[in-house]
C-alpha cells in the first residue's frame, strides 16, 4: 500500500502540471490576499470587493482545475494504460486502491487550501489592518468554505467518473465547476437586484440600540438614563449662539450676516448634531469663530444656558477636558491603531472612566450612583459600536465634512473650518473627542425615527419568512449565490452590524434580506417643534428586535459535505461494480 501511494504521490508531485498550479495558486492567492487587507480604507472600498472576488475566483478555478485532472486520471485512464491492472496483480487489493488515490489528490488540495488560510493569517498579524475583525471573523471562516467545495466537487466529479467515460467526467463538473468559479461576479448581480425592494434602515446600527435601551431598563438611574433625560438641555443648542457683527460692515456683508444668523442658529438642531456627533459641543463658540466668513463680519458669542447645564458639566468632566494631543495624533485625522489604544487616545479615556476613582468623582459631581459594572458595560457597548460600525463604515468625520455641505441661504458661500486649528483649541482633545463623538452618534441614531411602525416591520419579517422557500431560497441555494453566502458570513460570533458591513463590503448590498433589526416604536415618543431631542427624556423606539439568519450557514456546509459524501459513496459501490478487470 505505501509503495502504491509513493508511486502515485510522485506521479504528480514531479508533473510539470503540479508545478505550475502551485507556482500560479502560490502567486495569485498571495498577491490577491494582499491587496485585500492592504486596500482597508474607504476610497478603496471597490478595489477590495474587487480583489477579494479574484482570490475566490482564483482559488475555486485552482481547485476545481485540480480535481478534475487528477480524480478521473486516477479513476479511468489508470483502467485505459492498465496501470490499475498491473496493481491488482500484485496484490493491490481493487476496493483499496482508488481511496488511496484519492486520498493523495484529497492531501494536496486540502494542502492548498490550508496554506490560503494560512498565509491569509500571516499577512494579516504583519499588517495589523484598522478593521481587524473584518477578516478575523469574516474573511478567514470564509475561506473554510473552499473545504466545503472541495468535498463536493469530489463528490460530483466521482459519481460522473463512475460511469467510465473520460469526457463526460471532465465535462460536466468542467461546466459545473465554471458556474461555482464565476459566482462571485454573477452572484453580485443577483443579489443586487434583491435590494431594489430592502429597507436599510432596519439595519445600520441598530444593534447599539437594542444594546443601550437594554442597559437604561435594566439601569433606570443609571449614566445613560441620565444622559438621556438631560438631552432636554441641547435643545436650545443653536439658539444659544448669536452673531455681533463689525460697525463697518458693507451693505452686502449686512446681508451675509443677517442670513448666517436666519440660516446657521435657526436651523433646527443643525448645530447641536454636528458639534455632538465631532466631540465639539462645549468648545461650539471657538469653532464659529474659526469659520472664515464669519470671522470677516463679526464674532459668535454663545449665551450661559447651556454652560449651566447638566450635560454640560458631564462632557467638562476633568476626564475628557484634561488631556492632551494635537489633531495629527487623532482619530479624525488618520483611523489607525495608533490613534485609538495610543497614550491619550480612546483606551486610555475608557480606561479613566471605568476606574473606581472616576465613578466616585462622577458620582460626587452630578449626584448619581452608578457602579463600576454598568460603566464598564456601558463603555463596552460605545466601544464596540465604534469598532463594529463607525469605524469601518467611516462615519467618524471632522467637523468640516458638516459645513461644507450647507450654504445656508448664502448661494456658494463655504462654510470652511481649519480642523487642526479647531482641535487644537479646543478643550476635549484626542481620545476624550473620539469618545464624545461616539456617545452622541449612538445617542443620535437612536433618536433617528423609523419609517415604519412596530407592526409593518413585523408583518414585512413574517412575510420574508413565509416566503423563504419560494424566493429567497433559489437564490441562496443555487451556485452562483449560495457559495457566496458561505464566504461571507462563515464567522460563528460574528456581531450584527460586522455581518451587514462584510455583507455590503464584498457581495450583498441588501442584507435585510437575510437577518433584520426591527425598531419597535415608542407610542408615547412625541417631539415637539423645534426640538432636537425629546424633552421626557423618550426615543422614537422603545426596543429594537434583532432576528437570527432566515438562513443559516451551517445548513450550507451541511448540504455541501453531506451532498458530497452521499455522491462519492453511490459513485464507489457503481465504480467497483463496473470495473472489470
Not at 478521473?72 to 489508470?78: G, H, L, V
Not at 438641555?233 to 458693507?250: A, H, R, T, V
Not at 491603531?337 to 460626587?364: C, F, R, T, W
Not at 412575510?463 to 441562496?476: N, Q
Amino acid at each position: 500500500m505505501i509503495t502504491v501511494f509513493n508511486f502515485h504521490a510522485l506521479r504528480i508531485l514531479k508533473s510539470k502540471f503540479f508545478i505550475l498550479i502551485t507556482v500560479v495558486w502560490i502567486l495569485s492567492t498571495f498577491l490577491f490576499s494582499l491587496l485585500v487587507i492592504n486596500l482597508d480604507s474607504y476610497d478603496s472600498k471597490v478595489f477590495r470587493m474587487i480583489s477579494f472576488i479574484f482570490l475566490i475566483i482564483s482559488s475555486v478555478l485552482i481547485l476545481c482545475t485540480c480535481n478534475i485532472a487528477w480524480i478521473p486520471n486516477f479513476m479511468i485512464s489508470d483502467i485505459e494504460n492498465g496501470i490499475q491492472s498491473l496493481e491488482v496483480r500484485r496484490g493491490v487489493n481493487l476496493k483499496y486502491l482508488i481511496f488511496i488515490k484519492l486520498l493523495i489528490v484529497k492531501l494536496i488540495t486540502l494542502s492548498f487550501i490550508t496554506y490560503v488560510i494560512l498565509q491569509f493569517v500571516i499577512l494579516q498579524s504583519i499588517l495589523n489592518p484598522l478593521n481587524n475583525w473584518v477578516y478575523s471573523k469574516g474573511i478567514l471562516p470564509g475561506l473554510c468554505s473552499l473545504y466545503a467545495l472541495d468535498i463536493l466537487m469530489t463528490g460530483i466529479i466521482f459519481i460522473i467518473g463512475s460511469s467510465l467515460k473520460i469526457k463526460l467526467t471532465v465535462a460536466i463538473p468542467a461546466f459545473i465547476s465554471s458556474l461555482f468559479t464565476l459566482s462571485p461576479i454573477v452572484g453580485v448581480i443577483q443579489f443586487s437586484a434583491m435590494a431594489r425592494n430592502s429597507h436599510h434602515y432596519m439595519s445600520d446600527g441598530k444593534k447599539v440600540m437594542s444594546e443601550l435601551l437594554d442597559q437604561r431598563k435594566a439601569k433606570p438611574n443609571g449614566l445613560f438614563d441620565w444622559i438621556v433625560k438631560n438631552l432636554k438641555d441641547l435643545n436650545s443648542y443653536n439658539q444659544s449662539f448669536s452673531l455681533k457683527e463689525y460697525d463697518d460692515l458693507s451693505q452686502t456683508e449686512k446681508d451675509v450676516a443677517e442670513k448666517i444668523k436666519n440660516g446657521l442658529f435657526e436651523k433646527e438642531g443643525f448645530l447641536t448634531i454636528a458639534f455632538s456627533n465631532t466631540g465639539f459641543l462645549v468648545d461650539g463658540e471657538e469653532v464659529l469663530n474659526e469659520i472664515r466668513i464669519i470671522k470677516s463680519i463679526g464674532l459668535v458669542e454663545q449665551s450661559n444656558s447651556f454652560k449651566q447645564s447638566n450635560i454640560y458639566k458631564f462632557l467638562n468632566l476633568p476626564v475628557f477636558t484634561e488631556g492632551s494631543g494635537k489633531f495629527e495624533d487623532t482619530f479624525f485625522n488618520k483611523q489607525s491603531h495608533a490613534n485609538i489604544s495610543g497614550k491619550g487616545q480612546l483606551d486610555d479615556v475608557i480606561k479613566v472612566l471605568n476606574s473606581q476613582e472616576n465613578i466616585d468623582e462622577l458620582n460626587k459631581e452630578l449626584n448619581l450612583e452608578i457602579d463600576r459594572n454598568e460603566m464598564i458595560a456601558f463603555n463596552k457597548i460605545l466601544k464596540d459600536y465604534f469598532v463594529n460600525y463607525l469605524a469601518p463604515n467611516h462615519i467618524i468625520v471632522g467637523i468640516n465634512k458638516y459645513f461644507e455641505r450647507n450654504s445656508f441661504g448664502i448661494g456658494d458661500t463655504k462654510f470652511e473650518i481649519d480642523e487642526k486649528d479647531a482641535h487644537n483649541f479646543s478643550m476635549v482633545r484626542n481620545g476624550a473627542k473620539l469618545y464624545q463623538s461616539i456617545l452622541f452618534n449612538a445617542i443620535n441614531d437612536l433618536n433617528s425615527l423609523p419609517d415604519k411602525v412596530a407592526e409593518e416591520t413585523q408583518d414585512m419579517y413574517d412575510a420574508i419568512v413565509d416566503k423563504k422557500i419560494t424566493s429567497f431560497v433559489p437564490y441562496v441555494l443555487n451556485p452562483l449565490t449560495g457559495f457566496n453566502y458561505m464566504t461571507i458570513f462563515s464567522g460563528i460570533n460574528t456581531d450584527f452590524e460586522q455581518e451587514i458591513y462584510l455583507a455590503r463590503s464584498f457581495y450583498i448590498e441588501s442584507f435585510t434580506t437575510i437577518r433584520l433589526a426591527l425598531p419597535i416604536t415608542d407610542r408615547e415618543w412625541e417631539k415637539n417643534f423645534g426640538e432636537t431631542y425629546n424633552s421626557d427624556g423618550l426615543f422614537p423606539v422603545s426596543s429594537v428586535l434583532i432576528t437570527k439568519k432566515i438562513i443559516p450557514t451551517k445548513s450550507f456546509y451541511m448540504a455541501y459535505f453531506f451532498s458530497g459524501l452521499i455522491l462519492l459513496v453511490i459513485g464507489y459501490f457503481i465504480y467497483i461494480k463496473k470495473i472489470v478487470i
